[in-house]
């Protein structure tokens, strides 16, 4: 039987929705700021959705785009005078930065409260010892579509392929908040396949297309794709083999249109709840 296919599309243009509806009870509406820096033609397509999503969930929105040659200082300066504004909720500084900035304290820089990312080493520690807070918007997407598809991760056996700061060490945590068994895998795990057939529900977030095949799956597993690669034929797709995985999966998402449309949409519920704790 083939699996049920995740429609995350649908379901991040719902939890939109509902982000509009709370934010249009707000005081003042929340304000996002994107800085871009350079001309990475994937960050443009990014920020480009992100100023979409905010006027779709009827949010103020700014976008500063800093030149290619732009300073750590210039950059910094632009972070700290964002910080000091009302108006402001969230800050989201589009990475990759080109390679003369130092990330980490870029990413330091934006005040917690407005660290809609969930990048600062505050919010990912309060993410660690599981007080409220924002959480990392592809986890938390993951987690969002498994509620909503009625997957209980309660006592499951959950495998994360990838431990990067991003996506597999927060998936793990949230996983593991929710009462799951958590496997991390990475590129020195002698025996992923293995590790990947104990799965019942199994997340890849590696970047490798083709890296997740049918026989490296048990049968009825919820398999998570996170992936977004380019195949030969410039398409974009995940590291799961989907046909062949979704004839033993019971649930399955796709690339495009799973997990990557309910990030965005997680962002927005991040820029909502900063509003909210502001004050607004
Ligand atoms: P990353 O920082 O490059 O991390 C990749 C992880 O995969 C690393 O932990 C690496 O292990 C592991 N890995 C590499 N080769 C492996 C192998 N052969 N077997 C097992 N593990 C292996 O990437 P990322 O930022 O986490 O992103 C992962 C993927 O998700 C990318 O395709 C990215 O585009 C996508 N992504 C999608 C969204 C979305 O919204 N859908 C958001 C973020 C990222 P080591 O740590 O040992 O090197």
Known sequence: MDAVVIDGKALAAKVKEEVREKAARLTQKPGLAVIIVGDNPASRVYVNGKKKDCEECGFYSEEHALPEYASQ????????????????????????????????????AIRPDKDVDCFHPFNVGKLMIGEEGFLPCTPA????????????????????????????????ILMLRENATVT??????????????????????????GLITADMVK????????????????????????????????HITPVPGGVGPMTRAMLMENTLYAAQSHGK
């Open 219 to 250: 049968q009825g597993a919820v398999v998570i794709d996170v992936a977004m690669n380019r195949n030969e034929q410039g398409k974009l797709c995940g590291d799961v083999c989907y046909a062949e995985v979704a004839s033993k999966a019971s």
């Open 141 to 172: 997407g993951v987690m969002r579509m498994l509620r909503e598809y009625g997957v209980d991760v309660s006592g499951k056996h959950c495998v994360v392929v990838g431990r990067s700061n991003i996506v597999g060490k927060p998936q793990a």
């Open 184 to 209: 991390i895998c990475h590129s020195r795990t002698p025996n992923l396949a293995e590790e990947c057939r104990t799965a019942d529900i199994l997340v890849a977030a590696v970047g490798k297309v």
């Open 73 to 108: 200082q210039e950059l910094l300066a632009l972070i700290e005078g964002l910080n000091g504004r009302e108006d402001i909720d969230g800050i989201l500084v589009q990475l990759p930065l080109p390679k003369q900035f130092d990330e980490r304290a870029v990413l330091r």
